[in-house]
């Protein structure tokens, strides 16, 4: 349910062997204990207008808000990830014309610290958001896994119409369906993040190396579509396989710079 939110649960039953109750009971019983803390639905920055993208790593956060602050000046904030030893990781989408404020972003947060800045092109797309797909989405924002039966009602649109606006959105990457988890509820398990700096190019090769090395440990793929960064996240059973997986994307041709990060909420 992590690359695909919206997957029903016959559809992960016949993927792994167990019924549909038994499937539903599983998934309610993570939701319940706090492990799934909830669905969500993730738009593509392109389509609204984004096109740069900024992943930041900050120390020292006890001004928080200050940090937000800045951050909102130049962007939208769309991830804020707290991770061990005072650190922060955002993920921001950048307003078009506020690119030439990203050089005077590390002075704007002091006295937090900014130990890693990765700015990259949001992937661009020729799709064009309709107003019948900008209520589909309002809706889906508010409930990612809404029965397209349910949404026709709510829109007076056929369910038909429904089902075809969201797959050619979900093909061209338009919208994406995950679950967001809670670090701290995932016992006996090491939840971790890395994020991949790139060289141009060599985004698919690198993915499959990926891929191929440590398919066991993946939790969350990265898109499909080529892009600047590679961010994978990732669970194991020890730190000791976190510091080994990143050791070995970093001597991967091609990757310029690698970074973990090992999320508290």
């Known amino acids: 349910m992590s690359n695909e939110g919206r997957r029903s649960y016959r559809s992960i039953s016949l993927e792994i062997g167990l019924s549909s109750k038994s499937v539903k009971t599983r998934i309610d019983n993570m939701i319940s204990t ?17 096109r740069k993208e900024c992943f930041i790593i900050v120390r020292k956060r006890r001004d928080k808000q200050n940090v937000l602050d800045n951050l909102r000046l130049l962007g939208e904030v769309m991830l804020e990830v707290e991770s061990l030893g005072g650190v922060s990781a955002f993920k921001l989408i950048i307003q078009e014309g506020s690119e030439h404020k990203i050089q005077f972003l590390a002075d704007a947060l002091k006295p937090a610290i900014v ?21 589909l989405v309002k809706c889906l924002i508010s409930n990612p896994r809404l029965e ?53 190019a060599s ?10 090395d440590f398919q066991e440990y993946f939790l969350l793929l990265p898109p499909t579509l080529p892009q600047d960064t590679i961010t994978v996240l990732f669970l194991s059973k020890d730190v000791f ?25």
């Not at 397209?148 to 338009?174: G, P």
């Not at 396989?241 to 090992?262: P, R």
């Open 241 to 265: 396989t976190a510091d080994k997986i990143l050791e070995t994307i970093e001597s991967y041709k091609g990757v310029i710079q690698a970074e973990v990060f090992l999320p508290t909420k």
């Open 34 to 50: 706090g492990v799934i803390e909830k669905f969500i639905v993730i738009i593509s920055p392109s389509v609204l207008g984004y």
């Open 203 to 212: 985004y698919q090769k690198i993915l499959a190396k990926i891929y191929s």
């Open 115 to 135: 130990e890693t800045m990765l700015i990259t092109n949001s992937y661009k797309t020729d799709a064009r958001l309709s107003t019948t797909d900008l209520a």
């Open 148 to 200: 397209s039966s349910e949404i026709a009602s709510k829109l007076a649109i056929s369910t038909k119409t429904i089902t075809r606006r969201l797959h050619i959105m979900q093909n061209d990457h338009t919208l994406k369906f995950s679950i967001l988890l809670n670090p701290s509820s995932l016992r006996g398990y090491i939840l971790f993040g890395i994020t991949v700096n790139i060289k141009e």
